[in-house]
Antibody, heavy 119, light 106 residues
């Protein structure tokens, strides 16, 4: 059974940093691209970033470029999202999702972790 | 960016047929996918590439469309289908989602 379990969320002040983790199991992690998708309270879904199966390629939405870094450790079957210079508009539930390849969609999702950016 | 437009909400009677629409601001070919999100839960993939039913999803769900106009159909609607439904395009980056359609039961 595919499982994705996020951790690392919490309350953080504007301008500070936070690092999310996503532990994967039930599939060969190193064979799949992975992504982070977020959802602000009572709002819709928003793609944040994608990383290729081997970590060689990364893609970001414009509003997080230069502030967020997606990475992975295939030996640990873990996905990460380093979030720097956080803003109030980054407040959301962050989902880890498994990425299919060509076309790109998300076939498994974690339960999500809440990030609140507030002073 | 490709903007996806969905109706905010739909009300339907149990046992009836409902179609949820998604219109793209530019052609996305068949790179359109549909998700169901129940209250307090993570999204779940229903349909990929416009019309392909994800494994394990009931055959009551179906998808159609190409280019800019897409539909998700549920027939017949069951009480368990109360949820928000999102379309998502993968024709170009950034990947974008529709704003969601809330399905309500009359």
């Amino acid at each position: 059974e595919v499982q994705l379990v996020e951790s690392g969320g919490g309350l953080v002040q504007p301008g500070r940093s936070l690092k999310l983790s996503c532990a994967a199991s039930g599939f060969t992690f190193s064979n799949y691209g992975m992504a982070w998708v977020r959802q602000a309270p009572t709002k819709g879904l928003e793609w944040v970033a994608t990383i290729s199966y081997d970590g060689s390629s990364t893609y970001y939405r414009d509003s997080v470029k230069g502030r967020f870094t997606i990475s992975r450790d295939n030996a640990k079957s873990t996905l990460y999202l380093q979030m720097d210079s956080l803003r109030s508009e980054d407040t959301a539930t962050y989902y880890c999702a498994r990425h299919t390849d060509n076309p790109w969609y998300f076939d498994y999702w974690g339960q999500g972790v809440m990030v609140t950016v507030s002073s | 960016d490709t903007v996806l437009t969905q109706s905010p909400a739909l009300a339907v009677s149990l046992g009836q047929r409902v179609t949820i629409s998604c219109r793209a601001s530019k052609s996305v070919s068949t790179y359109m996918h549909w998700y169901q999100q129940k209250s307090g839960q993570q999204p779940k993939l229903l349909i990929y590439s416009a019309s392909n039913l994800e494994s394990g999803v009931p055959s009551r769900f179906s998808g159609s469309g190409s280019g800019t106009d897409f539909t998700l159909t549920i027939d017949p609607v069951e009480a368990d289908d109360i949820a928000n439904y999102y379309c998502q395009q993968s024709n170009e980056l950034p990947l974008t989602f529709g704003s969601g359609t809330k399905l309500e039961i009359k």
